[in-house]
């Protein structure tokens, strides 16, 4: 295996960094380039894009897009972002809140009275937007009072997409395609389960193999793939989502208010991506203010993908990092593992002179 990834330092390396005398010391590109072309505790495979108010910092791409064909990943390639689509959805669901179709109070029951279980009037929008409903993943009990607790779960952003088709009549998939076209975001799109999705390259899964296994869909049916776009299925790239970022955290997609609802911490959990720490949880998405320097983010990983990303109000950087290889050994699942590379360049970044300026 490292000879394959020696392979890939000689092939299909690319590195750029601007530097100017007006801009802020790079010392972090080299941490950074140093940090990538390590094998422990796994390989990077993937691309890395750094902006300070939408001007590239440094842009990395490293690894093959196709491991077969050994073709050079590219900054524009389209990748799963998974975990990443949540606040894509939180804003979908807060735009219909300013039009007064969606009251964050209500409960699941008031929109969706054919669920039939118990925990369906208690539960609010707010439960599920900030991971604070409780819901089990393999039957219809509560893991606790809704509002009394986290609990990281796909359903909760699952049922949110089915909410809004309810109270928009309009799919899914139909409203967050035309959010993306809206915002120029022209690569991003809800990858469907029946269609070829040309547009998105290979993912695999690494670990005890002696070479990267390609991904198959196999755990999925097309219904069960509708419930988990909101959740886990958008596809886009590092240049949309670094539109994304920048318009969302700059006031171009949600009112000043919405925009606090969604980036103000209303339940607390750990993530990988985080060195664990317990972080705020706003609505589909984390705020890190442990760190000297507040940054926003979120994580994503599964089905061969991983994502990261967070966003520096303060000097308005911005870090997107996706990868088109998963770790699991067998039907263990490290996420310390998974998150490595992110969770390192994430400490770089922060403790840089960007985090810091």
């Not at 890190?288 to 308005?316: A, E, M, R, W």
Request: aromatic share 12%; glycine share 8%; hydrophobic share 35%.
């Amino acid at each position: 295996m490292k000879k394959l990834f020696t392979l890939v330092i000689l092939t299909c390396i690319a590195f750029s960094c601007s530097r100017s005398k007006k801009s802020v010391i790079d010392d972090y590109s080299a941490k950074i380039d140093s940090l990538i072309l390590t094998f422990t505790p796994r390989e990077f495979n993937g691309v890395i894009l750094i902006t300070q108010n939408g001007k590239t910092k440094c842009s990395k791409e490293y690894g093959f897009s196709n491991f077969k064909e050994q073709t050079p990943i590219k900054l524009s390639d389209n990748f799963l972002i998974q975990s990443n689509s949540k606040q894509i959805t939180a804003v979908l669901i807060l735009k219909e809140v300013e039009k007064g179709n969606i009251d964050l109070n209500k409960t699941v029951h008031d929109y969706l009275p054919e669920i039939k279980a118990d925990w369906t009037n208690s539960v609010t929008i707010h439960n599920l937007l900030n991971m604070s409903a409780g819901i089990n993943y393999f039957n219809n009990t509560l893991l606790f009072e809704p509002g009394n607790g986290f609990m990281y779960n796909n359903k909760n952003y699952g049922l949110l997409g089915k909410i809004l088709q309810k109270v928009t009549d309009r799919k899914f998939k139909e409203l967050a395609n035309d959010l993306f076209k809206e915002l120029s975001m022209n690569n991003t799109y809800c990858y469907e389960y029946d269609k070829p999705n040309k547009g998105i390259i290979n993912s695999y899964e690494l670990g005890s193999f002696a070479y990267p296994v390609e991904f198959k869909y196999t755990d999925f049916t097309k219904d069960s793939w509708e419930n988990y776009i909101p959740a886990g299925g958008i596809v886009s790239n590092v240049f949309d989502l670094n539109i994304w970022d920048n318009k969302l955290h700059n006031g171009e997609i949600l009112s000043s208010d919405l925009y606090k609802q969604m980036t103000t911490p209303t339940n607390m959990g750990k993530h990988s991506a985080f060195d664990n720490e317990t972080t705020g949880y706003g609505y589909g998405i984390r705020t890190h203010s442990q760190h000297k320097t507040l940054y926003i983010g979120h994580g994503g990983k599964g089905l061969g993908f991983v994502s990261f990303k967070f966003y520096i109000p303060k000097n308005k950087v911005d870090v997107i990092i996706l990868e088109n290889i998963y770790y699991k050994s067998g039907n263990s699942i490290n996420n310390d593992i998974i998150y490595h590379f992110e969770n390192e360049i994430r400490k770089i970044v922060a403790n840089s002179s960007l985090g810091r300026e």
